[in-house]
C-alpha cells in the first residue's frame, strides 16, 4: 500500500433515494466508529460527479462504497476492482453527471495514472425518495461493514473499534442534521 499518496474510503450515493444512500451512510459509520493505522481518509463524495477527479488524481488508493444494479438477490455484497465495472451500472448520479468510474476514464485520457481502485458495492433493494434504508438493507449492514474492513485488513490497514454511533443515528445526521451529537 502506498500511503504516501494516500489512501481513501470514498462513499458515494445520494441518502435522498434510500438505499442509493449506503455508500455515504457507510462512509459516516466508519468514520464515527472507528480508527485506521496508518491513518486513511474517509470521503463523504455524494453525487459529486466530477468534483470528485481530484481524489482519484492525488491519491494511491480509492476504495468506493456504493450500491449496484445487477439482477441479484438484494444485499448482496461484491468487491470488484473498478477496471473490470465497464457498463454494469454502477450509481454514477443522475443521467447529467459524470460519475466516479467516469473519473478513472478521464485519467486515461489525460495521461494520469490510476489510483488503485476498487468498489465494494452493495445490490440495493429499494431506490425512491426517502431517507432511509430498507429493511433489506438494514439486515445487510452489518455484513457490508465487516466486508470493507476485511478490505482495509487485507491491504495491512489496521482497525480499532472507537465509537458506538449507530446506523439510525447516521441516517438521522442527515435526515435532520440538528439532533446529530458531534
Not at 455524494?46 to 445487477?70: C, H, P, Y
Request: with cysteine.
Amino acid at each position: 500500500m502506498n500511503i504516501e499518496r494516500g489512501f481513501v474510503l470514498l462513499g458515494i450515493g445520494n441518502v435522498l433515494q434510500k438505499d442509493d444512500g449506503i455508500g455515504v451512510y457507510a462512509a459516516e459509520y466508519l468514520l464515527r466508529n472507528y480508527t485506521f493505522s496508518p491513518e486513511i481518509s474517509i470521503i463523504n463524495g455524494g453525487v459529486e460527479g466530477i468534483k470528485l477527479l481530484d481524489i482519484f488524481i492525488d491519491n494511491a488508493e480509492v476504495v468506493i462504497l456504493d450500491t449496484i444494479a445487477l439482477n441479484e438477490t438484494p444485499g448482496t455484497i461484491y468487491n470488484i476492482p473498478a477496471e473490470e465495472l465497464g457498463g454494469y451500472g454502477l450509481n454514477s448520479g443522475s443521467a447529467h453527471e459524470i460519475g466516479v468510474l467516469q473519473c478513472l476514464d478521464m485519467l486515461d485520457l489525460q495521461g494520469k495514472p490510476r489510483p488503485k481502485s476498487n468498489i465494494i458495492a452493495i445490490i440495493p433493494q429499494e431506490i425512491t425518495f426517502e431517507f432511509a434504508l430498507s429493511n433489506g438493507l438494514l439486515e445487510a449492514f452489518e455484513g457490508y461493514i465487516r466486508v470493507i474492513l476485511a478490505d482495509l485488513r487485507k491491504r495491512g490497514i489496521k482497525v480499532s473499534k472507537t465509537g458506538d454511533t449507530s446506523l439510525g443515528e447516521i441516517i438521522m445526521k442527515f435526515k435532520d442534521p440538528s439532533t446529530f451529537k458531534s
